[in-house]
């Protein structure tokens, strides 16, 4: 006897994480990561703080505009209707 066929269920497990949080972690991470080594090195400490606030006004930056970029994508994608070829796209 064979059992009938079910859909498969979604896999169980953390929730997919957003690509740009990954990247301003890692360059928050950069942000403290560099003076330290700046400072292991012999750098003075005014050099160090002034290359920590750089990367973080830096890092904020990127962050606000990829924010505005996924939002401008999804409003476009909402207002298209999702991936619909228009009149004068050629279709493969």
Not at 15 to 44: E, I, K
Request: proline share 9%; with cysteine; aromatic share 6%.
């Amino acid at each position: 006897m064979t059992r009938p066929h079910r859909p498969a269920e979604p896999p169980s497990g953390p929730p997919r994480r957003d690509g740009v949080t990954d990247l301003v972690r890692w360059a928050a991470f950069s942000c403290v990561l560099v003076p330290v080594a700046l400072l292991w090195y012999g750098a003075s400490f005014a050099g160090a703080a002034g290359t920590a606030l750089g990367l973080a006004a830096v890092t904020g930056a990127c962050r606000l505009l990829l924010r505005r970029s996924e939002r401008l994508a999804a409003r476009s994608r909402r207002r298209r209707g999702g991936r619909h070829a228009g009149k004068n796209t050629p279709v493969d």
